[in-house]
């Protein structure tokens, strides 16, 4: 099955600085990889996905990059904001909808104002 | 439009006891999921239901964990007897899977937290 890996674990940033997490993937077969965000005591709520057509995908200040051949996906969150602090989780999965989806372990993102 | 729904919030129990958590999805979402999420972890899928057909329980510790969605709409979790490694927040999630407005997002509820003692 999939394996997907998530680095950090937790990230402090100041507000205003940039955060950057990575994830890679094992199962050369998964083109749909979304990113959850989770806030504490609710559930994960999809921010921004991407499919392995594309290398790039841009929402606000949100930003996910993608390479196949490398098999790894990265998060960029710029111009950082409080409200940005939670914990964000990248995933995988053979397409969208049809298949399960392999959750990375989670990155816990503090902004400091 | 309401999100997902689930009940209870919180659940103590003693191991050995049954427990059961429901979820009610969104309105016309057809594909149902329950996940497990340990602490510090992401989910984990234990079940996946295309209308009223389990069609992915590999997952589901069959022994002791049960499910079922009832005319494809609520679904209850049920696990009997708990053990104390069940601890864990159980997650229900909808999607609309099929057709144009098939994007592949997940709604997830805010889950339900399960404590054995």
């Known amino acids: 099955g999939e394996n997907v890996e998530q680095h950090p674990s937790t990230l402090s940033v100041q507000e205003g600085d940039s955060a950057v997490i990575k994830c890679t993937y094992s199962?050369?077969?998964?083109?749909?990889f979304p990113w959850y965000k989770q806030e504490l005591g609710k559930g994960p709520q999809l921010i921004i996905d991407?499919?392995?057509?594309?290398g790039e995908k841009k929402d606000q200040r949100i930003a996910v990059t993608l390479n196949k051949t490398a098999k790894h996906f990265s998060l960029h969150i710029t111009e950082t904001q409080p409200e940005d602090s939670a914990v964000y989780f990248c995933a995988a999965s053979k397409s969208a909808g049809a298949n399960n989806l392999f959750f990375g372990t989670g990155t816990r993102l503090t902004v400091i104002p | 439009e309401a999100g997902v729904v689930q009940s209870p919030r919180y659940k103590i129990i003693e191991k050995k006891q049954p427990v059961a958590f429901w979820c009610n999805p969104i309105s016309g979402h057809n594909t149902l999921y329950w996940y497990l999420q340990n602490l510090g972890q992401g989910p984990e899928l234990l079940i996946r239901y295309e209308n009223e057909e389990a069609v992915d329980d590999s997952q589901l510790p069959k022994d002791r964990f049960s499910a079922e969605r009832l005319k494809g709409v609520d679904s209850t979790l049920k696990i009997q007897p708990a053990e104390l490694g069940d601890s864990a927040v159980y997650l229900c999630?909808?999607?609309?899977?099929?057709?144009?407005?098939?994007?592949?997002?997940?709604?997830f509820g805010e889950g339900s937290r399960l404590t054995v003692l």
């Open positions: 999630a909808s999607s609309l899977r099929g057709g144009a407005r098939n994007t592949g997002e997940l709604f």
């Open positions: 199962d050369s077969a998964s083109n749909y």
């Open positions: 991407i499919r392995s057509n594309v």
